[in-house]
């Protein structure tokens, strides 16, 4: 799920997942698989009650005989997907570096950044010398003042760090956008990391400040400065995230909603003059923001004065080293996976080159990629079926809100009402983004990079004063993934995430409807989780519930936050409920609201056996296998941290322990672990 761009996201946890070929969606008329093998039995672990744990008894054999990949910090049947598509998009990288294009084209400008960074050579020869223009500028600067503009200037090409920001839709507004500023400057993935006093933590920091002090180093200070200067800039982090927010208290959206005017907002923060930070920025015209965590300027404003000016110098000097690590050659490169990658995550090994590259293609001009993807792998058949899912579900969906015991019929028409209003997305963009004018070449990585992020930054910046345009994507269409996003009240599902085990031309419906039809349903939820019910049928944030109604509603969503705080991953650390609620409400409302579109189809309504299996079996068990995956240690500790999604197995297993149709397909009886009475199962949508 998509709230901002600058705060979580997703749908589904963008991982991987089971594909049937390299990349593509399988049409009506070409050669399917044999039914059976959609739920293959050679993965389950029939010795597992399916009561006792469902994610096992799916996925057992699977588990014990999988090993995750050397370049990853995860293995499972998003991965999978992921890996075969990552594989086919490297397929179009080859094939289009040979083809003649046209400069500016998509075609010649995938090409040319594609060239670029995968020429390891130039990107070692030239080193820092591809941004000695921005270090040279950090070494002039001697006030506070130009500590601000270096900050604005890095902004510009999308270095952001003390003052990170976006332009979207103003969130009680939405016709309109404004800037909107959240919190930053941390190296470290979240405020835990620095509050945190467990062993693992301590060592992460001592790592960290390693981290900064190798960077520098390769930077050109030499070892003794580089470690204290280290210390001094880790010094500036923990006081930045003193007064940072914790993930879950970033998911209120309401807490984040603080609109000040330029001049009220530079009164709370004496040393950021908001007016001259604008005209810095290119912003003319406008006398409004949006700050999601005023504390956080507040404390910013002081230390820009009482941090020295020459730690600032630092900071500012590793930050854009260490940002631009993967493009400045091999040492900086391996210096930043060795930390990042291998410390935090356990990754084991570098990914590929190629792959590498293809991503910072991806964040850098997806949308060309996109085109270039789709027009080559996507198929019209898939979009058109996916069309006809949207539909069953949307209708399952409303003729659950219109049964619900628990909601009064004012709330409903509401509800009804913003459900009939969801914008739906599918495939890819009706209208791609323009790239006109950006300048990409075959031989230079890192300003490609720099040229992209300020081509972004200028096209955010066109958009103040303009309408919204409701057609942008928030994903590129080679992402398997999908969101929700509230302000557009807006489902969106790329391209790549309509494959197998999601979906399937030659699937029965059962193994359909547990797969894509469970995240259609996920991201329809997310309109009506507990953020997501805080905005209005139109975008806007503001309260559509009767206070009865909605009361009802967080008693119902406390059982969930409950039923996952007791959930644990590494035998120990606990599922955090709060910040995970949106995406367990979202989980149990998807195979809910699938599983009644499921019913109205004809393999549904009968009970014909495929390998055994009856049709709400199969339905259960094509859910289970699309969670079916591990992860390591240290990247599962780290989810915990920061990811709003819970861990697979608890996202297999939590939302069936609370659905009665699972129960019975199962025959879940009291004593298997699972269980739970009818009357402490969380029922919402």
Not at 55 to 80: R, V
Not at 308 to 317: F, G, N
Not at 411 to 429: C, D, N, R, S, V
Not at 453 to 464: G, I, N, P, V, W
Request: hydrophobic share 35%; aromatic share 12%.
């Amino acid at each position: 799920m998509i709230y901002k761009r600058m705060l979580t996201a997703t749908a589904v946890i963008a991982t991987g997942v089971l594909g049937c070929g390299p990349g593509t969606n399988q049409a009506p008329n070409e050669a399917a698989k044999d039914s059976t093998t959609y739920i293959d039995r050679a993965n389950m672990d029939t010795t597992v009650k399916p009561g006792d744990d469902f994610f096992l008894y799916a996925n057992g054999a699977w588990l014990k005989k999988a090993s995750i990949p050397a370049d990853k910090t995860g293995w499972g049947s998003f991965d999978e997907l992921a890996d075969n598509t990552n594989k086919s998009v490297h397929t179009l990288l080859e094939d289009v570096v040979k083809e003649k294009a046209t400069p500016g084209s998509a075609q010649y400008n995938v090409a040319a950044f594609y060239k670029s960074g995968m020429d390891t050579g130039a990107i070692d020869k030239a080193g820092i010398n591809a941004i000695k223009k921005k270090l040279d500028a950090i070494k002039a600067v001697t006030t506070p003042e130009q500590v601000l503009d270096i900050v604005i200037e890095n902004n510009k090409q999308g270095l952001q760090s003390v003052l990170p920001f976006y332009i979207g839709p103003d969130d009680r507004n939405v016709t309109e956008n404004i800037i909107q500023f959240g919190q930053g400057g941390l190296g470290l993935p979240s405020k835990d990391y620095y509050t945190d006093k467990d062993t693992t933590a301590e060592k992460n920091r001592e790592a960290y400040r390693a981290y900064i002090a190798k960077i520098l180093s390769l930077g050109g200070e030499d070892s003794a400065a580089a470690v204290t200067n280290a210390q001094a800039i880790f010094d500036v982090e923990n006081k930045l995230a003193a007064v940072s927010l914790y993930p879950k208290e970033m998911r209120d959206p309401q807490k984040m909603y603080n609109k000040f005017s330029v001049e009220a907002f530079s009164k709370q923060t004496p040393n950021i003059n908001w007016k001259d930070v604008f005209a810095k920025m290119g912003i003319t015209g406008k006398d409004s923001m949006l700050v999601s965590v005023p504390q956080y300027y507040r404390a910013l404003s002081g230390l820009l004065k009482s941090v020295p000016v020459e730690v600032w110098k630092a900071y500012l000097t590793y930050n854009t080293l260490s940002d631009m690590a993967p493009y400045l050659g091999s040492g900086f490169e391996n210096a930043r996976f060795e930390f990042y990658a291998r410390t935090l995550s356990g990754q084991k090994a570098q990914k590929p080159r190629w792959e590498r590259v293809m991503r910072v293609i991806d964040g850098a001009i997806g949308e060309q990629l996109g085109k270039l993807y789709v027009d080559k792998y996507f198929k019209p058949e898939a979009k058109a079926k996916m069309v006809d899912l949207v539909q069953n579900l949307q209708e399952a969906f409303g003729n659950r809100i219109k049964n619900l015991d628990w909601m009064s019929d004012a709330t409903k028409q509401k509800a009804e009402a913003k459900l009939a209003a969801f914008i739906k997305k599918i495939g890819y963009p009706d209208k791609w983004k323009d790239y006109t004018g950006l300048e990409i070449t075959p031989d230079n990585y890192a300003q490609n990079v720099l040229n992209a992020s300020a081509f972004e930054y200028k096209r955010d910046l066109a958009k103040l004063g303009k309408p919204v345009d409701r057609t942008e994507w928030g994903m590129t269409p080679n992402t398997v993934n999908a969101y929700y996003n509230p302000t557009f009240n807006e489902i969106v599902f790329p391209a790549a995430i309509l494959q197998f085990p999601f979906f399937d031309f030659g699937a029965d419906d059962a193994v359909n409807y547990g797969g894509i039809g469970a995240v259609i349903g996920h991201e329809m939820t997310h309109g009506f989780d507990d953020q997501g019910a805080q905005y209005a049928a139109d975008g806007n944030l503001k309260n559509w519930w009767t206070p009865e109604d909605e009361k009802k509603f967080k008693a119902k969503t406390k059982m969930v936050e409950d039923q996952f705080n007791g959930y644990t991953v590494l035998d120990s650390i606990h599922v955090n409920g709060l910040l995970t609620l949106g995406e367990n409400i979202a989980d149990l409302g998807g195979i809910t609201i699938a599983y009644d579109a499921f019913k109205k189809t004809k393999q549904g309504q009968g009970n014909e056996l495929i390998d055994g299996f009856t049709p709400d079996q199969r339905f259960f068990l094509s859910w289970a296998q699309v969670w079916r995956g591990k992860r390591t240690p240290e990247r599962a500790r780290q989810l915990i941290k920061i990811d709003p999604h819970s861990p697979v197995e608890w996202r297999a297993n939590g939302p069936l322990t609370n659905f009665d149709p699972w129960y019975k397909a199962f025959n879940v009886q009291p004593g298997d672990k699972m269980y739970k009475p009818e009357n402490e199962r969380a029922k919402i949508w």
